[in-house]
Structures are given as C-alpha cells and as structure tokens.
C-alpha cells in the first residue's frame, strides 16, 4: 500500500534543541519527496524537497531509500518553528498521478 | 502575485443544500487538486485533475463532484452536503507531475 507514516502528532522540544520529525513511507516505485509546513492561520507551504537538496530555514532532509525514510532535522530550533509539518510522496502508479501526505506532527517549541 | 484563490474562506450550510466551492489559480498550471484535512488524520485527496476535462478520484471522493472547464479553475461541489463532510478544504496546484503544490488559504465548511 503506498503511504505516508509520520509517528509524532505532537513534538515539543525547547528552543534551541536539535528537532527531528520522522516521515517514512511506502512506495511502489521512486517517489519524489517533500516537506510542507503550516503556520497558525496560515496556508501550507512548501518547506523543502528532496531533489533540490536545498536547506530552508536551517531545516534539512536526507532521503534513505534502504529504510524508506524522509526524516526533517534542525539542529537548534526556534520558537517561530512552531507549526504543522506533513510529509509528502508524489508519483505516478498505474496511470494515475498520486501526492499523498502523512497525517502531520505539530512542532511545539518552547521557550 | 502567483497563487491560488479559494472561496469563500468559511462556509455553514445544513445537511442537503447544494454548495459549490471555487478555486482558481494564475499559474497557468495544468494540474490542480482538492484536499480536506482532517484532525488526525492529515491531508487526505478528494479530487484531482490533470488538464481541462481530465479529472480523476482520489482517495475520499464519494460525496463531491468536481469539473474542469478552463484551465484556471476547478469547482468543489457538494450535491447533497452532509455533516460528516464538515472539515477544512484546500485546493492546489501545480506545474508539473512531480512539482511542489501551491494552496489556497482554504474553506472551513460547516454542514449542521
């Protein structure tokens, strides 16, 4: 079956720990992988995928195909970090174009 | 400004009212998509489609009809609302099959 598993609903760390939201997935084939963020109020957006290798806001992600894991990392957070995260795949499997999300873990960083 | 509108932003209508949902976006992307988020339960498909009269169901679509008739805009109707369809919807877009999505600021629907 092709999911998204993001373990944590809820993650609170205090301001100025490292963060790690864990994201695994399953998948048929070789999905593209994403990172979306939700501020209060506000709509999601897109924080970082994996083909650009980008780091956004001192967030990165490292895709590990062996343990299907897409797992997002900071190394000291801050209180604006505050938010939803999703995990997201998005590919292609018998003709029709999925993009599924994880059911989200809210970051909480306390001051 | 690139982006994607939705309206309206909030919604309460009683169970068997017909209501319809726009969204539009100024990309000129070819694939658009509708989502409700759920607590719990995350962002979940509804609706998607690939290109003016390309539509196909996602993973909850049973209750919503969609419709592709220009490029820019895509529809959420909801024939016969009932009020297990009370959520948060989002519509997006993209450009390309395996690009980022682009949403709008959402639908809070309320069916009473």
């Known amino acids: 079956a092709q999911r998204?598993?993001?373990?944590?609903?809820?993650?609170?760390?205090?301001?100025?720990?490292?963060?790690?939201?864990k994201c695994n997935y399953s998948y048929s084939g070789s999905p593209e992988l994403f990172w979306y963020v939700q501020y209060s109020r506000q709509r999601l957006q897109l924080l970082l995928r994996h083909i650009s290798r980008e780091s956004i806001k001192g967030f990165t992600a490292d895709l590990n195909k062996g343990e299907t894991s897409f797992h997002l990392k900071k190394p000291f957070a801050q209180e604006e970090d505050s938010a939803m995260y999703y995990c997201a795949l998005s590919g292609s499997t018998s003709g029709t174009y999925k993009y599924i999300f994880g059911t989200g873990t809210r970051l909480k960083v306390l001051a | 400004e690139a982006q994607v509108t939705q309206n309206p932003r909030y919604l309460i209508t009683v169970t068997g009212k017909k209501l319809t949902v726009t969204?539009?976006?100024n990309m000129?992307?070819?694939?658009?998509?509708?989502?409700?988020?759920?607590p719990g339960l995350g962002l979940r498909q509804i609706y998607y489609s690939m290109n003016v009269e390309v539509t196909d169901k996602g993973d909850v679509p049973e209750g919503y009809k969609v419709s592709r008739k220009e490029k820019?805009?895509?529809?959420?109707?909801?024939e016969s609302p009932s009020p297990n369809q009370t959520s948060l919807y989002f519509c997006a877009s993209r450009r390309g099959i395996e690009e980022k999505l682009f949403f709008g600021?959402?639908?809070?629907?309320?069916?009473?």
């Open chain 2, 72 to 78: 820019r805009n895509f529809p959420l109707i909801l």
């Open chain 2, 105 to 112: 600021s959402g639908t809070q629907l309320s069916v009473l």
């Open chain 2, 23 to 25: 969204c539009s976006q």
């Open chain 2, 28 to 38: 000129n992307h070819e694939y658009m998509s509708w989502y409700r988020q759920d």
């Open chain 1, 4 to 21: 998204v598993t993001q373990p944590e609903k809820l993650l609170s760390v205090f301001k100025g720990a490292p963060v790690e939201l």
